[in-house]
């Protein structure tokens, strides 16, 4: 839309917003339809357009125009059609437009005229006109002609739809602002949020373009739209008030995001609401990826942030890590984020969780991950090495092997010397064991001194508790062979101590020990059970970690004692020795760097003490031996003394003490000696001289222990990763703090290249310690290199937190059922917990929880589920208590907290929102769904368990409730509904037969158990009637050879009742087999499933005739949609290939071949479906080809119900071939009371259906029978047992049933319609009244009225066509034959039909017409069934009969027909019967009607009735009849004449009927003006009627004989009424009886008839005044009396 800038009108309405298509805006929300806004201003078009074979442009518009000049364009017309054109042109009205083209133009095809317009205007202003041009056959066309001013305009959007936003986010968009017109505009945007423009001012110059960004924020999940109003207006008129302003609608839709977390190995609703990822046990020290998915299946964009939840732990950071923390995900798209494990603690199971959040939605996911931290399992293959005996100076060599028996690998180390400052060495000294394998150790023992060596190892595993190894060797030379040491006597010694709890003092002491003497098999078994199991002796053993501590202090004894009381056997002091740089190595020894070490004996027995020395080793011991008195120490020197300048060096040295006066006691009694070791190390560089670079590594490097006040370790690997030797020290001074809470062993070392040593800190946190991470420097070759250990420790007390605080609310609860909530306990200590619930005994049938126990590991979460049952309805307040301690300690210290658990016991119920669901009806063996919908209005949920009963409500139904399978299945009988909710109950209802079911639905309360805890109580019922698809035949017509039969005729022959009433009943379970319609036999006979069978009666028709066709209006009035088919053979047959196919067939089957194959019998259409209440109609044919009866069965199949067999029987009758037809073999006659006066008359039709008139008898023998059977009384009599019927009509035969007199009198136009004729315009009614006149004698009356309706524009030509003709002949046109051959004389054009050649038969051939059929019919000789061939004289006579006017056929009418029903009664018979209409109507009898004749009587009666005299008697009678009835004493002789008796006055006898009487069939037919509203009931009754030969009618004279018996018997009959009492002789008769019409009446003189005539019209007028009056009862039936008595 384009306009300009202009004021805007005040009285011109706003235009309405409508939203713009939806589906189309949000599949590209980038495009927009654009609009120009401002004053309305079109462009001139640049396209041509084509009118009338012309190319023009549309319009010429004139833009750049001044005043006072003149701007001329040109018009130019292109032919682009084959003709010339030839145009008239009118030019321009105005006198602004001009042109001097001539007023017609003519333009060649292909070529082109121009028409030059000149324009001038005088103001500014727009101007409009148009030139028009103008065809020579009146068609025309114009181009318009404007001029226009500039102005401001904008084109922009209708509408800006945003891309679809997530609430609390933000989307964009552009649309595109353009100025078209051709000054510069200022335009200016005012909007509101969630919207922001961008920019949302600026200046536009002519064409130029302006992309305005749209940013879209909603805040709430909303559907937004937002009118922008856009102000512009030419530049420098900003503050002008002639600005204009346009509308753009901005649309945002905004929808919450939706998240979720999806992890492999999660499904179904744990997935989405609790996921979960499980690391497994992950080796310390290592790392593993998991990765999780993030889903978006909302439809917006979603962004998010990943975090890990805070633990509450200080200090301690989480071992699980995310590489995605935040980003966006798009819809239905999912990201992947990958989570790392990374485990620093071993057999720590850790627990931590992701949350996930993301704007929009305050719903936070989280993710629980866990992962357990695996360390090494290693162990010895032995733990005790014997060397045996060794010679001075020798050496042996031993192999064990050190298993890793876990996935981890293993990093080991011998805390040994293994350079040479040792007895004992290992090959590897350290290294690394591989996940599940062994390592081979070699051992090596080198004594130098003669003396029995043990020592103690402690093998350093990494993460682990180091592992012990005894070493023990005796070292022999030729001069000293001292005792040999064994494994057996380290067994010995460990049993004394353990039972003695205290040390040997001395060797005495052993063997006054009782059980010294002990067998060695009987003391290793107890001994090593006593040191696995510590406690059977009473002693707790020493921790492998605290042993190797001790060690490490100094103290070395060969048992693991954890008693400080005892103090060791020997100490030293210091454990390690640190030396600083040499000078020079030729220095003298007194400037040789030396240090003191003290031991001290702490037995009571004398040790020598013997210090292994090393070979070339800078380390040396003197003195190298001594011997220590008890309890004394001595002192000993260590001198280093490198061999070179700027080295490292580091030794272990060692020191073995054993007692000096052991005596020659019995080898199994055999000390071990002690052995105590001090680490050295030192350095020979010179002042100012760099140290070595060290390359190394600490992991961990932050160490963290328990929260705890237990003794703890931890373990670090210093690993050396350079070429260099590397020394460490770590030197309590640095860091005091922490020295004083954790020390370290060993504090100082040496580690070769490619070495590590593992490091093992102690520690007992307090409540003191620092709650802040630490630092303790390690100085790295003793120099400013340092590598900081981290060491994190304070004390943490147990915590848990309750999600729901201390109290815990269930809602009402049904009594006796259960109801569950979940609590989140979680663990807020780095400690793992052990929980327990106590619930007081009472209370645990109240209340219950799962899990009661369990584990809870630092930062996890435990959901427990409560259950709450209450007993009574009443509210309850219970006090659980929940237990918690340390797994990391005894249990000793628990703490306790109590939740408070509140809950109401109630009472639940349910209803349903109907009493009563009426489902309908339901087809019988199908499946319908549906919904119960019930309520509980209870405070509390109930559990429910629902059951149905089920009732046949049909009376007439017969059925076992225990085997009647329940056509009602629920499908769930059990189900739980909350308080004050609904719930749909979804159910199938399937009927097994027709019938009405009720079915009752009872419910039961369920406890927590699961079981019935109420009775049964009614919720509701259900009701529904099977039912199987029913059809109705509502209507039926016909057409074609049978379309005059009436509508009861055609009931007979389709007997349409006995269809009824099979479609209406059930079908039977054979019916069923097949519930569709499908090919099922193989055999073109198929196999019938039904016994219901019934005929199609296609009555009879001649050879060749038209086609009968019957059309039946089938009906549906269930209420259900009903597929039907009617099913030929052929559509029950099975298509075969061909070579299954036997060609052989029966005569029956040849023959449905043959009816199939010419369709003799068509049905159309012949399927169908109907929905409720719906019609079609069908349409029955039958093809009369071949000459005989046609019986055809074809299956009338009802989806889901019958199966019909319907015999198709019809009869094509030969043309010569008289033939009657009769509807039915049986004919019942309408019941007649016994004793009953007044028989009525019946009737029975008889059809001719062929080509020639047929003559009947009906043989009365079986009458006369009949008669003499019944006391020769005639009970049955034929009022007509002789007649003729002429081809295609209907003759009536009268019958009577009555055992008295039986009189037939005569009825003229007993059915009356109004109107008669009239005129039906397209889709008009009109009503139609039907007046039913009965005689004056009692009769059953069967009518078929037959509508004529005719096309009033055919009807219109024919009338025009015979005016036409009347005109031609009027008119004397004579012409002369001048042809010489055609013999014969002048003739004049008349209708009369040319006499054709003797050999021509039947009607004359028409023009145009087209042949009938090749086979035998009335219209041509036939010789052996073929025609024979036209002679020249038939083609003559053709000719000749062209040339003569032949008059118009009338159109053949469309028949309508009504059937009319009806019965008359006598007077007393019809009050006896009828006692309460009686008294609703006046019978007043007039004179018979007569038959209407030629004669002159009745011609005059006619003629009179219309005359002036009629008026004066009608006005005088109609004023003396008001006269006498406004007499009061007239009045009152009426009330008691009433009163009287009636007195009986027989009847005269009527004439009788006989077959003389039968109308003549040579009448003629009526004109086809006549036929136009002709009554087929008057046709019936002129049949009845005893007629001559003249059409008079006359009565029948009755026999003397039979009339004498008669009069006798009446007469009779009335002395025996008055003897009784039942006749009063003189009473006043009421009612007289007229007399009948006889030949007596035809036979008067014309003055006879005048005179009669004259009292007829008087009396006539006097009965139209009565008519005309309104005479209340019962003064109708005393005029009733006047009236009758004029025949008198």
Known sequence: MLTEARVPDPFTPGKPWKPPTAGKDIKDPGSHEMQRVGRYQRQESSQSSSVLGLEMKPELV???????????????????????????????????????????????????????????PLKRCEYEDSIDFESKDGSSFQVCLRATIPCCALEVPYSVLLPLCAVRNTSYTTFLLKNVSKLQTWFELDCTEPFQLSPEQGVLKPGQECNIMVEFQPQEALVYQQQVDCRFGEEGDEGDKAESCCNVLLQGLAKFPFLQLKSPGTKGEKEQYHPELHFGSVAVGKSLQKHVNIFNPSPVTAGFSLLCLSNGLPLQRSEFSCDVTQGEVAPGGSLRATVTYSPAVVDRVSVDYLSLKYRGLENVTQLKMMGNCLGPNVSLSSSVVDFGCVEEGGAVVQTLELLNSSHVEALFQWDLDCSGNSVFSFQPASGAVRPHSRTTLKAVYRPRQTIAHHRRVACLILHREPLFLDLIGTCHSE????????????????????????????????????????????????????????????????????????????????????????????????????????????????????????????????LSLVWTAGEDSPFSVSPSSCDLPPLKSTSFRVTYDPKQLSTLHGAQLECFAYYKDNPPLEERLLCPPWCVTVRVIGHSFQPGKEHFIPNCSLTPCQVAFPTLSVLSYRTVLLQNCGDLPLTFCLDPSSNPALSEYVSVVPTCGFIPPGNHQVLTLRTTPTEESPKVRLSWPIQLNVANHTEDLNVVLWVDKVSVSLKEGNSLYFQPTAVGSRIQRTVDIRNLCSQPLRFQWSIPEPDQELISVEPDAGELHPNEKSVQTWSFSPLEEKTYTLKPTFTFWSMQTTGCNKSQLTLVVVGTGSKGFIEAEKAVLDVGEALVGSYR??????????????????????????????????????????DCAMGTIASRSKMLLRSTVRPNRRAQYLWTISYQTLNASGLASSPLQAVCEVRAKGVFPTLRVIDVCSGGSVGRLSKGHLWKLFSLDRLNELMLSNPCPAELTHRTPIRHSVSSSPSIFTNAMLDFNFSATPLNSEPSVFGL????????????????????????????????????????????????????????????????????????????????????????????????????????????????KRHVFTSVTIGDCTPPKQVYKIHNRGAVPVHYTVDTAVLLQLQEDNFNHPVLCCLNPEGQVRPGETALLGWIFSPLEAKMYHSYRAVQIHPERGTLCPGESAPCVLTFTSTDYPAVYQLDIICQVFQEAVLTRYYDALQ?????????????????????????????????????????????????????????????????????????????????????????????????????????????????????????QSVNPRQPESTSLHAGRGSQ?????????MRILVSLLRGILDDPAFSQSLISMESKPITYQPRKPGPSLSPSSLPSSSSSYPAPQAQLLSSGAQGEEDQLSPVDGEGTP???????DVSEEVLLNTLQNLIMEAVGGELDLTAHPRTVMLPPVSTRTRRMSNAVAEEEQEDFINWEGLECCLHSLEIPAPWDQSVEALMLNRSY
Not at 63 to 77: A, S
Not at 1505 to 1513: A, F, H, N, Q, S
Not at 1594 to 1600: C, D, G, L, R, Y
């Open 1364 to 1484: 036409h003709l009347e005109e031609e002949k009027k008119r004397p046109d004579e012409f002369t034959i001048t042809d010489k051959i055609i013999k014969g004389s002048y003739g004049v054009l008349i209708d009369k039909e040319p006499v054709a050649a003797p050999v021509r038969k039947g009607p004359p051939l028409r023009k145009y017409k087209t042949l009938p059929p090749i086979c035998a019919s009335a219209a041509c000789e036939t010789v052996g069934g073929i025609c024979t061939k036209i002679t020249r004289a038939e083609k003559r006579a053709q000719r000749e009969k062209g040339n003569v006017w032949r008059c118009p056929e009338p159109p053949l009418p469309a028949l309508l027909h009504l059937g009319v029903t009806a019965r008359s009664h006598g007077l007393l018979e019809y009050r006896a019967h009828f006692p309460d209409q009686s008294s609703d109507f006046r019978c007043l």
């Open 929 to 970: 769904s549906i919904q119960v919908p019930l309520v509980n209005n209870s405070p509390c949920t109930v559990s429910f368990c629902l059951s149905v009963q089920q009732t046949l409500l049909d009376e007439e139904l017969s059925y076992d409730p225990e085997t009647e399978p329940n056509a009602l299945k629920m």
């Open 1113 to 1224: 209006m089938f009906h549906n009035p269930g209420s259900i949609p009903v597929d039907w088919a009617f099913l030929f053979p052929e559509d029950q047959q099975i298509e075969l290939e061909y070579w299954a196919e036997t060609g052989e067939f029966s005569s029956t089957e040849m023959y449905q071949m043959k009816v199939q194959n010419n369709k003799l019998f068509s049905i159309t259409p012949r399927s169908g479906t109907l929905l409720p209440g719906q019609q079609r109609a069908v349409s029955f044919t039958y093809s009369h080809l071949f000459a005989g009866v046609d019986r055809f069965p074809v299956v009338f199949k009802i989806s889901y119900g019958r199966e019909i067999l319907v015999n198709f029987q019809g009869v094509t009758v030969e043309r010569d071939r008289p033939f009657l037809h009769f509807a039915s």
């Open 62 to 120: 004139w833009e750049d125009w001044d005043l006072g000049r003149e701007f001329t364009k040109t018009l130019v017309l292109k032919n682009v059609h084959i003709r010339l054109q030839k145009l008239h042109v009118r030019p321009p009205v105005s006198k602004f437009f001009s042109t001097l083209v001539p007023h017609t133009i003519v333009i060649s095809p292909g070529t082109s005229f121009s028409v030059p317009i000149s324009f001038r």
């Open 1594 to 1600: 006359h009565p029948e004279h009755v026999p003397a």
């Open 1505 to 1513: 009735r219309k005359g002036p005299d009629r008026d004066v008697t």
């Open 479 to 606: 001069l000293h062979q001292p005792a040999v040491l064994k494994p057996e006597h380290l067994v010995l010694y460990k049993l004394h101590w353990y039972r003695r709890h205290d040390p040997a003092d001395t060797p005495s002491a052993m063997l006054q020990n009782q059980d010294a003497s002990m067998d060695h098999q009987e003391l290793l078994s107890p001994a090593v059970e006593s040191v696995q199991k510590p406690d059977s002796a009473g002693v707790v053993s020493r921790d492998p970690m605290e042993e190797y501590y001790q060690s490490c202090l100094g103290c070395m004894d060969p048992l693991p004692s954890s008693s400080t009381a005892s103090p060791p056997h020997v100490s030293v002091m210091p454990r390690e020795l640190l030396f600083t740089h040499k000078t020079s190595s030729s220095v003298s020894t007194s400037s040789t760097s030396s240090q003191f070490v003290s031991i001290t004996n702490h037995t009571r027995g004398k």
